[in-house]
């Protein structure tokens, strides 16, 4: 070979992405960019309502540092040249051991909302819940993602006649899951949102539109799109507000829990555990899973890490019920350390939601490209070659 062809072999042209927001995703090599693409693309008050957490964000910060205090124990000498990702999570084989979780108001957060949400979640292999609070009906989510698995989560509001339309809905729609939450009682706002002057929905007040103004592209496509709604509880009736407040239950009891085990015949999970009592509870009224979670640390400051409490629930009733755990995930070597530990699955919440800002369903897209890239890397280097193999020896908490 001459020298100026070796030359040339060596100087090669970089990939360019000529659209400005494709070449964002493309530099993000881990959710902490995305997170920042995501800061930039849309405003303020949009990503804090999505950033955010509860008061002085504590619960939130505390399960993220435990995720990343979490040190694996590897194994060398395991032939790793296959790999597996599969799991079976309630019932069903999926290609990836994670989930993602329900987030109400999607297209407040890119114009594109659920649909593009549940497409990627399709094409990656994994569920998606749809939150009460979702932007888009049950129907158009399901009819976006027709091979997709499909979560619903149910705000279990104090007016029944309306929960059995939302399980009517969900019914219909084909979902095969209900996800009860539980750690919502009532409905408080957080301070990020406070000082934004951030309504749900979204009201847009001088300031509000002047910052909106920064960011064009997220303005211009909203508009397109017109305001977003809650179009679950559309169905249910009254006015956006009203529906929202109807639907946290400060009376929710575990008599609740066992009327919708008997009402609902898909999969039941209760999501918004807290403790190892609470896990017990539920599991003796027959619900299928249980699902650590303090919200993404939205509601209790200084709960308790879900993460934490994970192996002693699976300990107490992992042999009944599946568990599952949120909360402070930021990459795929925590999904690892969650299954490792005894989850059955984990579930993402801000991680794809730091995409879906960032870049809409391409956003989405790029988010399960770093998380799954992550997953496969962590477990190689931990010397497994499926997920099964995942157990407490591959972790330690520091
Ligand atoms: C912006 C936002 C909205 C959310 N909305 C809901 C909701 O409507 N229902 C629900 O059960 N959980 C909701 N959650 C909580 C998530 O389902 C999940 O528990 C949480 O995001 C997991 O934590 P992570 O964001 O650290 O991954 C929301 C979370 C965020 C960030």
Request: with cysteine; aromatic share 6%; charged share 25%.
């Amino acid at each position: 070979m001459s020298k100026s062809a070796r030359m040339s072999t060596l100087i090669k042209p970089p990939k360019v992405a000529w659209n400005p927001t494709e070449r964002r995703l493309l530099r993000a090599a881990g959710i902490a960019d995305l997170r920042d693409v995501a800061r930039r693309a849309v405003p303020r008050m949009v990503f804090d309502y999505c950033d955010g957490a509860a008061d002085s964000e504590r619960s939130l910060s505390r399960a993220r540092e435990t995720f990343a205090n979490i040190e694996f124990q590897p194994s060398v000498l395991r032939d790793v040249s296959h790999l597996d990702t599969s799991r079976t999570v309630l019932g069903k084989r999926q290609k990836l051991p994670f989930a993602l979780a329900p987030v109400g108001f999607n297209r407040v957060m890119h114009a594109e909302g659920e649909p593009a949400v549940a497409s990627v979640a399709q094409q990656f292999g994994i569920p998606y819940s749809v939150s009460t609070l979702a932007t888009t009906s049950l129907a158009d989510v399901a009819a976006a993602a027709p091979e997709g698995r499909h979560w619903f989560q149910l705000y279990f509001a104090e007016d029944r006649a309306m929960v059995k339309e939302l399980i009517a809905l969900a019914e219909e729609a084909k979902f095969d899951t209900i996800l009860l939450t539980l750690d919502t009682p009532i409905s408080v706002p957080r301070r990020r949102d406070i000082r934004n002057g951030l309504t749900i929905p979204p009201s847009m007040s001088v300031g509000t539109i002047a910052e909106a103004f920064l960011h064009p592209g997220w303005w211009m496509r909203q508009w397109r799109a017109g305001t977003p709604s809650p179009q679950v509880l559309k169905a249910t009736g009254g006015s956006a507000s009203d529906m929202i407040k109807r639907v946290f239950n400060p009376r929710l009891s575990i008599d609740d829990v066992e009327w919708l085990r008997g009402a609902w015949s898909g999969k039941l999970v209760a999501k918004g555990v807290q403790s190892v009592a609470d896990a017990r509870r539920v599991a003796d009224v027959g619900v299928d899973g249980v699902w650590l979670s303090t919200h993404g640390g939205r509601k209790l400051d200084r709960a308790p890490v879900p993460v934490e409490l994970l192996p002693h629930v699976v300990d107490e009733v992992g042999d009944r019920v599946e568990v599952l755990v949120d909360t402070g995930i930021t990459s795929g070597a925590d999904i690892v350390a969650a299954i490792a530990l005894g989850a059955t699955a984990a579930v993402v919440g801000r991680a794809y939601q730091y995409g879906l800002m960032a870049g809409g369903r391409r956003g989405v897209v790029r988010a399960m490209e770093i998380l799954s890239r992550e997953i496969e890397v962590t477990m190689k280097l931990l010397g497994v070659s499926s997920v099964g193999e995942l157990n407490r020896s591959h972790v330690r908490f520091r």
